[in-house]
Nanobody
Framework: QLKLVESGGGLAQAGGSLRVSCAGS????????MAWYRQAPGNERERVAI??????NYADSVKDRFTISRGYAKNTVNLQMDNLKPEDTAVYYC?????????WGQGTQVTVSS
C-alpha cells in the first residue's frame, strides 16, 4: 500500500517562496510518475506540476515560478514555489499512480498574503 506524506508549506507573502515535499513509502518500486495538485476553497482540484521520469510539465499558471524535482531519497518529490501570488493559496496534494489507482497524500496548506 503506497502512502504519500507531504511536508512544508505554510504562510508566505506575495513574491516570496515556499517549498513542499512529498515522501512515498510502502513500495520497493520506483515511482516513475509523481505530481502535485492543489485545491483552493470552492475550486476543483487542479494539477500544477508533474514529473515523469526526468520530464516535467507545469500548469500555465505556475510555469516559470514553480519547479518540481525528485528528492535524493527514493520516491520523494519536491515543489519549489517562487514569486508566489495570493492566488496560489490552496491545499497542495502529492499524487502518484500506483497499482492501477492514484495514491494521494493528505495535503498541506499554502497561504500567500498580499
Amino acid at each position: 500500500q503506497l502512502k504519500l506524506v507531504e511536508s512544508g508549506g505554510g504562510l508566505a507573502q506575495a513574491g516570496g517562496s515556499l517549498r513542499v515535499s512529498c515522501a512515498g513509502s510502502g513500495t520497493e518500486l520506483n515511482l516513475t510518475t509523481m505530481a502535485w495538485y492543489r485545491q483552493a476553497p470552492g475550486n476543483e482540484r487542479e494539477r500544477v506540476a508533474i514529473i515523469v521520469g526526468d520530464t516535467t510539465n507545469y500548469a500555465d499558471s505556475v510555469k516559470d515560478r514553480f519547479t518540481i524535482s525528485r528528492g535524493y531519497a527514493k520516491n520523494t518529490v519536491n515543489l519549489q514555489m517562487d514569486n508566489l501570488k495570493p492566488e496560489d493559496t490552496a491545499v497542495y496534494y502529492c499524487a502518484a499512480p500506483f497499482n492501477r489507482r492514484v495514491a494521494w497524500g493528505q495535503g498541506t496548506q499554502v497561504t500567500v498574503s498580499s
